[in-house]
Each structure stands twice: as C-alpha cells, then as structure tokens.
C-alpha cells in the first residue's frame, strides 16, 4: 500500500474515533440528564467558569416597571417615575388603533426608545428605556392624549 493509502486510512481511523469518543460523552450528559428528571431532583445553577457569560434571564422573568394604559380618551399613569433600563408596558384597553410615540408631535425625536407605533385594540407592547430624563409621549393619532414618564 502507498504513503498516501496509509495517511488516508489513518486519518478515517481518527476521525472515527473522535466521533465515537463524542458521542460517548455526550450520551453520559444524556443519562444525567434523564436521571435528574426521573428523581425529580433539581439541578442547582453552578457558578460560570471564568470567562464564560452566565446566561441572561428570559424576558418574560423581567419585571415591568411601569405600566400605562390607554382607554381610548386618556392614559392612565400619565406622569410615570422608573429606574433607567426599566421595561414599560403600554395596554391599549380601548376599541381603536393607538400610535404610541415620543413627544414633539409630529417627528417623534425627543426619546425614540419610546417610538412603538401602532398598538392594536386588546393587544400591549413592552420596550425598555435606557436614557434618563423626562419623556413626553402622545398618541400621535390624537396629541392632545399624552403623558410623560421620568427615567432616573
């Protein structure tokens, strides 16, 4: 057999034996796997190792730090007070379209963290605010309904 054949068959060799050692140890983490689920056992979350990021809570776990609600006249909680980097939940309870934007009226400029359009009949939106200040929004359908939320 040739140089080559034997480089060839060489390399088939390892590459097999790499794909066996893996599966073999992935089918472990399997087994443990399972083992916590049919004892019912939960694991407890270990410390990430140096340099690894620890993984970020969902965004459903993160609480709403102010909510504002439309009714299709008027917002409640028309003058909020948040931390910065706090989610906001806009509720439209009212039976029409709310375009839900930052002040002025039209260009929307003041704080486009606030910019989230249209919010449908019975439907919500969340969205975070980084940026501290205060902030005017309105529904740019009507203006005149508005309210402000202070960012700390």
């Known amino acids: 057999m040739s140089k080559a054949g034997k480089l060839v068959i060489a390399l088939v060799i390892v590459v097999i ?3 066996g050692g893996f599966m073999l140890l992935s089918g472990d983490d399997k087994k443990k796997d399972d083992s916590n689920a049919t004892t019912g056992s939960s694991a407890t979350p270990t410390p990430s ?19 504002i609600t439309y009714n299709g006249n008027s917002f409640s909680s028309s003058a909020s007070t948040m931390k910065a980097g706090g989610k906001v939940k806009v509720v439209n309870q009212s039976n ?25 009949p019975g439907q919500s939106k969340t969205f975070t605010i980084a940026k501290t200040g205060t902030w005017g929004y309105h529904n740019h359908l009507n203006a005149r309904q508005s309210g402000s939320i202070t960012v700390e």
């Open 96 to 120: 029409v379209v709310l375009d839900f934007d930052s002040d002025p009226h039209p260009v929307h400029t003041n704080n486009t963290e606030l910019n989230v359009g249209d919010i449908e």
């Open 17 to 19: 034996i790499a794909i």
């Open 49 to 67: 190792p140096v340099g690894e990021s620890a993984p970020m809570p969902s965004p459903a776990a993160e609480a709403i730090a102010v909510t």
